[in-house]
Nanobody
Framework: QAQLVESGGGLVQAGGSLRLSCAAS????????MGWFRQAPGKEREFVAT????????YYADSVKGRFAISRDNAKNTVYLQMSSLKAEDTAVYYC?????????????????????WGQGTQVTVSS
């Protein structure tokens, strides 16, 4: 059964960095668009970043633009989220998502409901 497993979360001080990984298994995800969402306590889930199937296109939420970078290694069936200059407001559970068979459009990629697969999440806590 196909699944996404996130790792790399943890506790970091404000201004620090973390790299999240999302390992896909059960099928080849090289043809899937991938992304990251997050949900902070008491807040709605929000889009963070997305990358198309071959890594040639990316899109970021304004709140993380310039600080986060999404990338992928299709040979390893893994997508990454490099997070730098972390702020307390980045504290959240981060979820990896994947979808295939759709055009890579921002309206589609920023909608949680557009995706076919979702990971269980990894906690990121930024202390101020």
């Amino acid at each position: 059964q196909a699944q996404l497993v996130e790792s790399g979360g943890g506790l970091v001080q404000a201004g620090g960095s973390l790299r999240l990984s999302c390992a896909a298994s059960g099928r080849t995800f090289s043809s899937y668009h991938m992304g990251w969402f997050r949900q902070a306590p008491g807040k709605e889930r929000e889009f963070v970043a997305t990358i198309n199937w071959n890594g040639g296109l990316t899109y970021y939420a304004d709140s993380v633009k310039g600080r986060f970078a999404i990338s992928r290694d299709n040979a390893k069936n893994t997508v990454y989220l490099q997070m730098s200059s972390l702020k307390a407001e980045d504290t959240a559970v981060y979820y990896c998502v994947a979808v295939s068979g759709v055009r890579f459009r921002t309206l589609t990629m920023t909608d949680w409901a557009s995706y076919d697969y979702w990971g269980q999440g990894t906690q990121v806590t930024v202390s101020s």
